[in-house]
C-alpha cells in the first residue's frame, strides 16, 4: 500500500492539474469555439494565459478582466492564486454564462455587464492591483482616454494584448513608428448566432502604447510577451496567410514606475511655456529639407548650362524627393500597383519594376515577401543607391533574356524612351500568358491641364524658378503622347483588357492584359 501511494503522489507531481482540466466549459460551451479562424480551445487558452498571466504574476493580486467574455481568465487567475477577479462585459450572454461558470468561486469572482468606458468612470482610483485588456484596445478610437481611465484604476501594472496596426502587418510601417492607425472594419465577436459585428476602430502600435502609458507613469521591463506558434494560436501567426511573418497581435505588461521621468504633452507644455525649446535655426526638418533643395536647385542650374536633362548623381541622391514633390499621386501609384499584384493566384509571381530608380516599388514589394523581383535602369548613378534585394539590371533596353515576366511594371519612364513603340513590343514579347503590363505615363494635356500640375508643384514648395528650370531641361527629352496613343497602341500590339486605372492631371496609368 504504501508503494501505490508513492507512486500516485509522484504521478500527481509528474502531471499536476491544469485550470481547466476540471472546467471544460469554458471552452466547450463558448460559441467562439466555432471559428473558422482561432477557435477557441484548451490548448489555446492554456497557451495565452501562460503567457499573459502566468503564476507568479497573479498570485494574491485582486484583477480586472475588462472585455471578460466567457470568463476564463478568471478560472486561470483564481486557479493560480489570485485573490479576487472581476470581470466587466458588456454582452448580457457572456456575462451570465462567465457568471454561472465562476460560480465555484464564491465571492472571490464577480462578473458585471456592463460597457467598459462607463465601468472604468464609475471606479474609485487604485482599485485594483492588475488589469488585463485582451482584445478589446482595439475597439474603442479615443485610445489614450481608454488607457488613461484604465491606468487611473491599477495600483501595479497592466496587461495588454492587441493587434498591430494593419500598415506594419502589411510592411509600409516600420514597426519603431509610434503611430495609431483606424479601420474601418474591424470585428469584435458577438454572443450569439456564431458571427461578429463590424465597426470603425483604432489599432496602436507599441511604440505609441509606450508612450500613452508613459503619460501615465507606467513602463514595460521587457520588449514584449512572447507567444509560442503552434496551430492552436494562429492568431498570433499571419504568415499562413502569405503576406508577412508579422503575428497578428502583440502583448506587453506595463508597470507603474514611480522613478521614471515622467512624459510630458505639448499640451501641458504650453501654457506654462516649461517644455524643451528648439530655435527655428536648430530644426533638423527645416536643415535637411534645405540642403536637399539647395542640392536639386544646384543641380537644375548645372543641367540648364548644358542643355541636358540628366539622371545623374546629384538627381540619384534626391530622387525620392523630387518624386513625392513632383509626380502626381507617386505613393497612391506604387500602392495601386501592390494590390493589383497582391490579387495574383501565383504566390511568388515574377515581377519587372521598368526605370527603377532607386528601388522604392522593389523595396516595397519585397515587403510584402515579394522574392523574384527585378529592376531595369538605365541609369548607372540611380542604380548604385537602388535597393539591393532585388536582380538589377542596367540597360536602356527591356532585359528580355530574363522573360518571362508575370508583372511588368513601367512607370513614368516609357515617355524618356523615344522608341517607345519598340520598347512596348519587347514587353509584349516578355510577358507571361496572361500576363500583366501596368503603365504610368505624363500625356499630352491642355494648358488649363498642365498649369493644374504646376499647380501641385507649387503646393509642394517647387518654386517658381525650379519650375521653369525644369520645364526648359526636360524639352525634348520627355515627350508626351495622347493618352489615346496609348489605347490604340496597346490595342494594336494585341494587349486584352486595356484599362485606366488611375488618372491625375496629365498623368494617366494603364492596366493591359497580354493574350493568352
Given at each position: 500500500?504504501?508503494?501505490?501511494?508513492?507512486?500516485?503522489?509522484?504521478?500527481?507531481?509528474?502531471?499536476?492539474?491544469?485550470?481547466?482540466?476540471?472546467?471544460?466549459?469554458?471552452?466547450?460551451?463558448?460559441?467562439?469555439?466555432?471559428?473558422?479562424?482561432?477557435?477557441v480551445?484548451?490548448?489555446?487558452?492554456?497557451?495565452?494565459?501562460?503567457?499573459?498571466?502566468?503564476?507568479?504574476?497573479?498570485?494574491?493580486?485582486?484583477?480586472?478582466?475588462?472585455?471578460?467574455?466567457?470568463?476564463?481568465?478568471?478560472?486561470?487567475?483564481?486557479?493560480?492564486?489570485?485573490?479576487?477577479?472581476?470581470?466587466?462585459?458588456?454582452?448580457?450572454?457572456?456575462?451570465?454564462?462567465?457568471?454561472?461558470?465562476?460560480?465555484?468561486?464564491g465571492q472571490?469572482?464577480?462578473?458585471?455587464?456592463?460597457?467598459?468606458?462607463?465601468?472604468?468612470?464609475?471606479?474609485?482610483?487604485?482599485?485594483?492591483?492588475?488589469?488585463?485588456v485582451?482584445?478589446?484596445l482595439?475597439?474603442?478610437?479615443?485610445?489614450?482616454?481608454?488607457?488613461?481611465?484604465?491606468?487611473?484604476?491599477?495600483?501595479?501594472s497592466?496587461?495588454?494584448?492587441?493587434?498591430?496596426?494593419?500598415?506594419?502587418?502589411?510592411?509600409?510601417?516600420?514597426?519603431?513608428?509610434?503611430?495609431?492607425?483606424?479601420?474601418?472594419?474591424?470585428?469584435?465577436?458577438?454572443?450569439?448566432?456564431?458571427?461578429?459585428?463590424?465597426?470603425?476602430?483604432?489599432?496602436?502600435?507599441?511604440?505609441?502604447?509606450?508612450?500613452?502609458?508613459?503619460?501615465?507613469?507606467?513602463?514595460?521591463?521587457?520588449?514584449?510577451?512572447?507567444?509560442?506558434?503552434?496551430?492552436?494560436?494562429?492568431?498570433?501567426?499571419?504568415?499562413?496567410?502569405?503576406?508577412?511573418?508579422?503575428?497578428?497581435?502583440?502583448a506587453?505588461?506595463?508597470?507603474?514606475?514611480?522613478?521614471?521621468?515622467?512624459?510630458?504633452?505639448?499640451?501641458?507644455?504650453?501654457?506654462?511655456?516649461?517644455?524643451?525649446?528648439?530655435?527655428?535655426?536648430?530644426?533638423?526638418?527645416?536643415?535637411?529639407?534645405?540642403?536637399?533643395?539647395?542640392?536639386?536647385?544646384?543641380?537644375?542650374?548645372?543641367?540648364?548650362?548644358?542643355?541636358?536633362?540628366?539622371?545623374?548623381?546629384?538627381?540619384?541622391?534626391?530622387?525620392?524627393?523630387?518624386?513625392?514633390?513632383?509626380?502626381?499621386?507617386?505613393?497612391?501609384?506604387?500602392?495601386?500597383?501592390?494590390?493589383?499584384?497582391?490579387?495574383?493566384?501565383?504566390?511568388?509571381?515574377?515581377?519587372?519594376?521598368?526605370?527603377?530608380?532607386?528601388?522604392?516599388t522593389?523595396?516595397?514589394?519585397?515587403?510584402?515577401?515579394?522574392?523574384?523581383?527585378?529592376?531595369v535602369?538605365?541609369s548607372?548613378?540611380?542604380?548604385?543607391?537602388?535597393?539591393?534585394?532585388?536582380?538589377?539590371?542596367?540597360?536602356?533596353?527591356?532585359?528580355?533574356?530574363?522573360?518571362?515576366?508575370?508583372?511588368?511594371?513601367?512607370?513614368?519612364?516609357?515617355?524618356?524612351?523615344?522608341?517607345?513603340?519598340?520598347?512596348?513590343?519587347?514587353?509584349k514579347?516578355?510577358?507571361?500568358?496572361?500576363?500583366?503590363?501596368?503603365?504610368?505615363?505624363?500625356v499630352?494635356s491642355?494648358?488649363?491641364?498642365h498649369?493644374?500640375?504646376?499647380?501641385?508643384?507649387?503646393?509642394?514648395?517647387?518654386?517658381?524658378?525650379?519650375?521653369?528650370?525644369?520645364?526648359?531641361?526636360?524639352?525634348?527629352?520627355?515627350?508626351?503622347?495622347?493618352?489615346?496613343?496609348?489605347?490604340?497602341?496597346?490595342?494594336?500590339?494585341?494587349?486584352?483588357?486595356?484599362?485606366?486605372?488611375n488618372?491625375?492631371?496629365?498623368?494617366?496609368?494603364?492596366?493591359?492584359?497580354?493574350?493568352?
Amino acid at each position: 500500500m504504501l508503494v501505490e501511494q508513492i507512486s500516485s503522489t509522484s504521478v500527481e507531481e509528474m502531471n499536476p492539474k491544469l485550470a481547466f482540466d476540471d472546467f471544460p466549459a469554458f471552452y466547450e460551451d463558448d460559441n467562439r469555439r466555432n471559428r473558422g479562424f482561432n477557435p477557441v480551445s484548451k490548448t489555446f487558452l492554456e497557451t495565452k494565459f501562460s503567457v499573459l498571466l502566468p503564476p507568479h504574476v497573479v498570485k494574491d493580486k485582486h484583477i480586472l478582466d475588462l472585455g471578460s467574455c466567457y470568463g476564463a481568465a478568471g478560472q486561470w487567475v483564481l486557479f493560480n492564486g489570485a485573490a479576487s477577479y472581476t470581470g466587466v462585459e458588456v454582452q448580457k450572454n457572456y456575462a451570465e454564462q462567465s457568471q454561472k461558470l465562476l460560480s465555484h468561486w464564491g465571492q472571490s469572482a464577480t462578473v458585471i455587464q456592463q460597457d467598459v468606458r462607463s465601468y472604468l468612470t464609475q471606479t474609485p482610483p487604485n482599485h485594483f492591483d492588475l488589469a488585463v485588456v485582451a482584445g478589446m484596445l482595439y475597439h474603442f478610437i479615443d485610445t489614450k482616454s481608454i488607457i488613461d481611465a484604465i491606468c487611473r484604476l491599477c495600483k501595479e501594472s497592466v496587461i495588454v494584448e492587441t493587434n498591430y496596426p494593419p500598415g506594419m502587418r502589411s510592411g509600409k510601417l516600420p514597426l519603431d513608428v509610434a503611430v495609431t492607425e483606424y479601420v474601418s472594419d474591424q470585428e469584435v465577436n458577438l454572443a450569439e448566432g456564431n458571427q461578429s459585428m463590424l465597426g470603425i476602430s483604432a489599432t496602436t502600435s507599441l511604440p505609441a502604447l509606450d508612450i500613452l502609458f508613459g503619460l501615465n507613469g507606467f513602463n514595460k521591463q521587457q520588449p514584449k510577451l512572447s507567444f509560442p506558434i503552434s496551430p492552436d494560436t494562429i492568431i498570433y501567426d499571419e504568415s499562413v496567410l502569405g503576406d508577412t511573418d508579422l503575428q497578428i497581435r502583440f502583448a506587453a505588461h506595463y508597470y507603474r514606475d514611480s522613478t521614471a521621468k515622467p512624459l510630458v504633452t505639448l499640451e501641458s507644455n504650453l501654457p506654462q511655456q516649461r517644455g524643451e525649446k528648439r530655435h527655428w535655426t536648430d530644426d533638423p526638418l527645416a536643415k535637411s529639407r534645405t540642403e536637399a533643395y539647395q542640392q536639386q536647385a544646384n543641380s537644375l542650374k548645372k543641367d540648364n548650362e548644358t542643355g541636358q536633362w540628366r539622371f545623374d548623381a546629384n538627381i540619384a541622391q534626391q530622387f525620392d524627393q523630387i518624386a513625392r514633390r513632383e509626380i502626381p499621386d507617386y505613393l497612391r501609384v506604387i500602392d495601386l500597383c501592390m494590390r493589383v499584384i497582391g490579387k495574383s493566384k501565383l504566390k511568388q509571381p515574377k515581377i519587372i519594376d521598368v526605370g527603377s530608380a532607386l528601388g522604392e516599388t522593389l523595396k516595397q514589394l519585397h515587403q510584402r515577401g515579394y522574392e523574384n523581383i527585378y529592376g531595369v535602369e538605365c541609369s548607372a548613378d540611380m542604380l548604385a543607391k537602388s535597393f539591393d534585394k532585388a536582380t538589377l539590371i542596367h540597360s536602356k533596353q527591356f532585359p528580355e533574356e530574363h522573360a518571362p515576366f508575370d508583372y511588368v511594371i513601367n512607370n513614368w519612364t516609357l515617355h524618356f524612351i523615344p522608341e517607345r513603340v519598340a520598347y512596348l513590343e519587347a514587353i509584349k514579347r516578355s510577358l507571361a500568358p496572361g500576363g500583366t503590363l501596368i503603365l504610368t505615363d505624363k500625356v499630352s494635356s491642355s494648358e488649363c491641364t498642365h498649369d493644374l500640375y504646376y499647380d501641385m508643384k507649387r503646393a509642394n514648395g517647387v518654386s517658381e524658378q525650379e519650375i521653369e528650370q525644369k520645364r526648359q531641361q526636360i524639352e525634348g527629352i520627355l515627350v508626351t503622347k495622347p493618352f489615346t496613343w496609348y489605347i490604340e497602341t496597346l490595342d494594336h500590339l494585341g494587349f486584352e483588357h486595356i484599362e485606366i486605372i488611375n488618372a491625375n492631371t496629365a498623368f494617366v496609368t494603364f492596366m493591359a492584359i497580354n493574350s493568352s
